[in-house]
């Protein structure tokens, strides 16, 4: 069993287009994240949430908007999209506790390209 | 906010021989550096981590290593083989609720058959 999936694995749209990516994880985990990774290969965090809870919010353009419906998913929606939001979007879960070490479970990744 | 630096990017050694790649970090208040390997077209996993409360940590082939006062931490990779040839993240983090980690850029692993 796929422990974080994420759909589409490929996305190829025009630029202008609003497009999302969807994430599920069946860890039982509480915190959720997107990820983004640029051409070189740079892993950079965008949002995070908590049990629903939007907790980490990076600087990222509100085109993007995070929407978590229970804790097991969490979805990134794009609007507007731009020649620079071509990357591969990761989505990872870990679990946060006093035993935890917050280990990443990354998703498999969407790639993303904007034409 | 944190800020963790990563050297070299890329990293070209024969095979059996050693790799290192060292990361500094800026937030002293971290307490947790965790490494993942990424192969190529595939997600990053952990392969190894490292707490603030430990100077070093071995695993088979590798080891990481920590120095606190100066900000540095280490992952060394010994005999190394083929398949250790992929992206190495260093990172940097502070176990809270709102556990953020930090990724350093990246080395790139080349072994040379």
């Known amino acids: 069993d796929t422990a974080v999936s994420q759909t589409p694995k490929y996305l190829v749209t025009q630029m202008g287009n609003d497009k999302s990516i969807k994430c599920e994880q069946n860890l039982g985990h509480d915190t959720m994240y997107w990820y983004k990774q640029d051409s070189k290969k740079f892993l950079k965090i965008m949002f995070s949430?908590?049990?629903?809870?939007?907790?980490i919010n990076e600087t990222v353009p509100n085109r993007f908007s995070p929407k978590s419906p229970d804790k097991a998913h969490l979805n990134l929606h794009i609007n507007s999209l731009e020649l620079g939001d071509s990357a591969v979007y990761f989505c990872?879960?870990?679990?946060?506790?006093?035993?935890?070490?917050?280990?990443?479970?990354f998703g498999p990744g969407t790639r993303l390209t904007v034409l | 906010g944190e800020n963790v630096e990563q050297h070299p990017s890329t990293l070209s050694v024969q095979e059996g021989d050693s790799a290192v790649i060292k990361c500094t970090y800026s937030?002293?208040?971290?307490?947790?550096f965790p490494w993942y390997k990424q192969e190529l077209g595939k997600r990053p996993q952990l392969i190894i981590d490292i707490r603030s409360n430990v100077g070093e940590k071995k695993d088979q082939r590798i080891a990481v290593t920590l120095n606190k006062t100066a900000k540095h931490f280490s992952l060394h990779i010994t005999e190394t083989q083929p398949e250790d040839s992929a992206v190495y993240f260093c990172?940097?983090?502070?176990?809270?609720?709102?556990?953020?980690?930090?990724f350093g850029s990246g080395t790139r692993l080349s072994i040379r058959p």
């Open positions: 990172a940097a983090s502070i176990l809270s609720s709102a556990s953020k980690i930090i």
């Open positions: 937030d002293s208040a971290s307490n947790y």
């Open positions: 990872a879960s870990s679990q946060y506790g006093a035993t935890s070490n917050n280990e990443q479970f």
């Open positions: 949430y908590n049990n629903k809870e939007l907790i």
